[in-house]
């Protein structure tokens, strides 16, 4: 693996972060405050190619690999999280489903229209009661004439309020466990799709997050995305590409906590003299530099095994439990160097707490990323009982 980036993908990676650092963060503190799901904003991501960042240009997408695209996910997280979910969920989790398991017919209809922000798309598999256990869904797909009628409820949903259309996972046929998984594109525009928002979320204040009731939805045969008994595979590729998101987004979250708390402590004075002269505060910046480093390479050696086409759902687990785990604990440390200063929202270094405190939850916990890299290593599968 090369280490150094492409003319292209500097050119990628400063244009990113201008437009992070002059679009995104000017609204992310307000947005936060007024958890103001930010449609403008979205679009505007649309129109940089975010949405669709690694969809092929036939499609209409900007057809980035993955090392370029996690240069555009870090640098999007760098400035907000909330604005890195609508890329994370609506590239990684929806269009890269839709490119690797959708017909020629489905890319054509869904594609384009998601890259340009024309329809956003949620992802559907979570449940009130079925989270980490992915493959026992209660949601049931009952086969009716053309199509498919669709009951249950989904949980967590981010942009369940906003999209327009939902991959929505149910079973089909409880006697064949995960086998009987199907996947649909389901069209959010009907009576039966019933979101709720979610209020009291502890961070992502300007991410829609969404309960959805499934009350007799409709799927017509040409919305089953891939067949009867692959929807299991789709949500676990799915999440092969939204893991590697979400961990590019939390080591842009680790990179501004460092470059805040850098800033900070060489203008902060006590004792007579910049904070950041004392070791003991040194100390918490050269962790969060080692930490944001190594998350960072982490992410690059997933990618790059994207783009060679080798098996990775390995090491997108680890870089996904390294990286959020770093930015959960360098949000905190850039409190403790910020000092009360840090504990309102004038500085990011509070939002990014608060934000990234999820990413060791959500697309799978850090527990479950330790079992897939545990079963990996030992070759024994902790959910089967020895
Ligand atoms: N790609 C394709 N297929 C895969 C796969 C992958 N990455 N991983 C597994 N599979 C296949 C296996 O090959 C197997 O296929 P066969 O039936 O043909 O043998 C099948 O799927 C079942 O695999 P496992 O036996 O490994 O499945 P499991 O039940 O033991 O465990 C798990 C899987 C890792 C625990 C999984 O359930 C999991 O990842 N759980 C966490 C769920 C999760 O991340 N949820 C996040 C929700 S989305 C979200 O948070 C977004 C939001 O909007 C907030």
């Known amino acids: 693996m090369d280490f150094a980036l ?25 947005n936060a405050r007024n958890h103001h799901f930010d449609a403008e904003l979205a679009a505007r991501m649309a129109d940089q190619g975010y949405l669709g960042a690694i969809v092929p240009r036939e499609y209409g997408g900007a057809g980035l690999d993955y090392r370029s695209y996690g240069l555009v996910v870090e640098e999007v997280g760098r400035a907000d999280s909330s604005a890195r979910t609508v890329v994370s969920v609506v590239t990684s989790l929806v269009c890269s489903a839709i490119v690797k398991w959708g017909t020629e017919e489905q890319k054509a209809l869904y594609l384009p229209k998601l890259c340009t922000g024309e329809w956003l798309g949620c992802f559907g598999l979570t ?7 992915a493959a026992n869904q209660k949601t049931r797909a009952t086969k009716v004439q053309d199509g498919w009628r669709i009951n249950g409820s989904k949980m967590w949903i981010s942009l369940g309020n906003v999209a327009k259309v939902a991959l929505v996972f149910a079973q089909t046929d409880p006697a064949l466990k995960h086998k009987g998984l199907a996947c649909f594109l389901v069209d959010t525009d009907q009576d039966g799709f019933q979101p709720t928002t979610i209020h009291g979320k502890m961070g992502l204040h300007a991410s829609d997050t969404a309960s959805i009731a499934l009350d007799d939805v409709f799927a017509s045969d040409d919305q089953l995305l891939g067949q009867v008994g692959d929807g299991f595979k789709v949500a676990m590729s799915s999440l092969d590409s939204g893991r590697f998101s979400v961990a590019a987004g939390a080591v842009g979250v680790c990179q501004s906590c460092l470059d805040e708390s850098t800033a900070y402590a060489v203008q902060r004075e006590q004792f007579g003299r910049p904070i950041a002269s004392f070791q003991l505060v040194q100390a918490m910046i050269a962790d969060m ?3 944001t480093d190594a998350a960072r390479l982490l992410v690059w050696r997933a990618g790059w095994m994207k783009d060679t086409g080798q098996p990775n759902t390995t090491e997108t687990s680890i870089a996904k439990l390294f990286a959020t785990e770093a930015a959960v604990w360098c949000a905190n440390e850039a409190i ?40 990996a290593q030992t070759g024994i599968n902790a959910l089967v009982p020895q």
Do not use: C, W
């Open 336 to 375: 403790q160097v910020h000092g009360g200063a840090g504990y309102v929202d004038d500085h990011p270094v509070e939002r990014h707490f608060r934000d990234v405190r999820v990413t060791t939850l959500y697309e799978g916990t850090s527990q479950i990323q330790k079992m897939i890299i545990g079963r």
């Open 127 to 133: 449940e009130p009661d079925t989270g980490s256990d």
């Open 289 to 291: 530099r080692v930490k």
């Open 6 to 30: 492409t003319d292209e993908q500097q050119l990628i990676r400063e244009t990113a972060r201008d437009f992070a650092d002059n679009v995104i963060a000017p609204r992310a503190k307000d």
